[in-house]
């Protein structure tokens, strides 16, 4: 079914929108769970989306949001700002504000925004930002001013995500062991997954994880990764089939070597997907192939979310 972007706004052609009727997952999350990367887009009549957005997205908005948290059985979630707003972070804002204390957000700034912007931002609930290098989604941001922003936010007690390109890590290395917060990599810094998980492009990115012990991944989108695809039928898994299972052998690497410093999240609505748009159901039915045991599964997606966007609260 289309849902047609409103406010004079177009999709981008050939835009997937988010599943429609999400299976109920198998895996039953542990009590608490946060999905710790999810993007409200709009809707556009009520927040326009960014001059310079590099993509027009269905409006995916906040009502949709909580209603997918409460149909998976997360209790809470972490709103990233997408790209497609730039750095007006007003529909994350009102998400973040409308939720009863159960959104964090992660918003994007540059470096004119205030002192009281920023605290403004972290009274809705921002917990970080978020500094995109993913040539087809930003222009280029001068790294001096990436730093600047880096240097203001960290006495609020926020951290830095970053998105990036597995072939680009080697020039931005200096940069992120340079930040002077927390910073947490989007997607295992998006490895190419048709390369061995014990060579030298994931070999990197483990080695910035054990030299840099305030670097944190999210294990996230499997279905962004994957070269070998969805589960064959939607909606449910054959019997022993792994969905995104090409993807799992890097996943499960992180998590067992660093499982106090790894975040999940579904990533809804999942933008600029061009095959398939993923079952947010079976999205949650990877987790135990990457998050074998109970407290595995409970540092995941309770403890060290919670540790990051909502220390205030005793687990
Ligand atoms: C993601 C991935 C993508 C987009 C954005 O901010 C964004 O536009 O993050 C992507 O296209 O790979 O995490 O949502």
Not at 132 to 156: C, G, H, Q, W, Y
Request: hydrophobic share 40%; net charge negative; aromatic share 10%.
């Amino acid at each position: 079914m289309s849902r047609p972007t409103t406010g004079g706004f177009t999709k981008t052609e050939g835009w997937l929108d988010w599943f429609e009727a999400p299976s109920r997952p198998r895996f039953v999350l542990p009590p608490g769970a946060v999905d710790a990367h999810c993007h409200v887009f709009g809707p556009g009549a009520e927040f326009p989306y960014a001059p310079e957005r590099k993509y027009t997205p269905c409006d995916a908005g906040k009502a949709e949001l909580f209603a997918l948290r409460d149909h998976l059985g997360f209790a809470r979630h972490v709103i990233v700002q997408a790209t497609c707003h730039g750095a007006d972070n007003r529909a994350l804002v009102d998400a973040c504000v409308s939720s009863g204390g159960r959104a964090r957000g992660v918003a994007t700034v540059r470096r004119s925004v205030t002192e009281a912007e920023l605290l403004a931002l972290h009274a809705a609930g921002v917990r970080g930002v978020r500094f995109n290098f993913v040539k087809r989604l930003v222009d280029f941001t001068p790294r001096d001013e990436l730093m600047e922003i880096a240097s203001r936010i960290a006495p609020l007690g926020w951290h830095v995500v970053v998105y990036f390109e597995a072939q680009d890590l080697p020039e931005l290395w200096d940069f992120f062991t340079a930040l002077p917060t927390t910073v947490v990599v989007d997607h295992m810094g998006r490895p190419d997954v048709s390369q061995p998980v014990d060579g030298p492009q994931f070999g990197l990115f483990l080695r910035l994880l054990r030299e840099h012990p305030t670097i944190w991944s999210k294990v996230s989108c499997p279905e962004r990764l994957s070269v070998g695809g969805p589960p064959a039928l939607p909606g449910r898994l054959a019997a022993g089939e792994v969905p995104y299972a090409d993807v799992v052998p890097f996943a499960r690497r992180i998590v067992e070597e660093f499982p106090d410093r790894v975040l999940w999240g579904t990533d809804w609505p999942h933008p600029n997907l061009k095959h398939h748009m993923p079952d947010d159901g079976l999205l949650v039915d990877f987790i135990p192939h990457i998050a074998p045991t109970p407290q595995l599964q409970r540092k995941l997606l309770v403890d060290n979310p919670m540790r990051l966007y909502w220390p205030e609260v005793a687990c």
